[in-house]
């Protein structure tokens, strides 16, 4: 499934981070020198002052607020740092190892802060706004599936057209007795096939022959995909509105 993407769930207080990949969805386990909670990122000393010129606040991006030090700065100051070391967090540990989407769900001063402070460029422009505590795992996973769904269309839409490009000159091919070959000698890269689609019949590795027969319980796409992921590489099922060849079948060379 090409559908695999971060959330981060955001309260001023806290943040867990989800990893999505397709329908399954798992909770980021942090090595334990992270900090998770706002309390453990800014400490016990609260922020006391702040330097005023004229009696107007200087600090932060929030605005300009009249008094010393008053509440509002200090709660203002204090989700700033908090926030900024959630995105370096998430960049550090995530996005610079592994770069996936990631899709936010906060409140609407939260979500509006934490994306005017964000450095992170996979930071998904659409997000949801509620409370992540309010909703359940379920509720999560669906919502963003459907948030960022059509992300993941659009993007397979154009790798599957540029894949269909490449057949002209010999480099990816929608031929399954071409593709058998090339599986033998391991030179795909990327197998993309039909949802649903059942072929059955016999596949001779040996001869690199194909027989088609309905009698036959083995389905020679799931074959084809076994043998592929085998060799170590990726095989997409995909909806038959984005891949429409008559074959069911499509690969991308090396």
Not at 107 to 128: A, C, E, Q, S, V
Not at 137 to 155: G, R
Not at 201 to 206: H, K, N, Q, V
Request: net charge negative; aromatic share 10%; hydrophobic share 30%.
């Amino acid at each position: 499934n090409m559908i695999h993407y971060y959330v981060l769930a955001l309260d001023r207080d806290n943040f867990n981070v989800y990893e999505v990949n397709g329908r399954n969805m798992n909770r980021i386990k942090f090595d334990p020198s992270v900090k998770i909670k706002a309390k453990d990122v800014i400490g016990d000393q609260r922020t006391e002052d702040i330097s005023t010129i004229g009696g107007y606040s200087t600090y932060g991006r929030q605005g300009i607020t009249h008094g010393r030090g008053g509440k509002k700065d200090d709660i203002d100051i204090d989700t700033e740092k908090y926030l900024r070391y959630v995105d370096s967090t998430l960049y550090e540990h995530l996005s610079k190892i592994k770069p996936l989407p990631i899709v936010l769900i906060s409140l609407p001063k939260t979500h509006i802060h934490y994306r005017n402070l964000n450095k992170n460029k996979d930071l998904y422009d659409k997000g949801i706004v509620k409370s992540p505590e309010s909703m359940t795992d379920e509720e999560i996973l669906n919502e963003t599936y459907n948030l960022i769904e059509n992300y993941f269309t659009d993007k397979l839409r154009v790798k599957i057209s540029n894949v269909n490009k490449s057949i002209e000159i010999g480099k990816a091919s929608n031929d399954i007795h071409d593709i058998l070959k090339a599986i033998q000698s391991n030179q795909i890269d990327e197998l993309y096939l039909q949802d649903d689609r059942k072929l059955y019949g016999y596949i001779d590795w040996e001869s690199q022959n194909i027989e088609v027969n309905r009698k036959s319980n083995l389905d020679i796409y799931e074959e084809l995909a076994e043998k592929t992921i085998m060799n170590g590489h990726k095989v997409y099922c995909v909806s038959k509105d984005i891949l429409n060849v008559g074959s069911g079948i499509l690969a991308q060379y090396y």
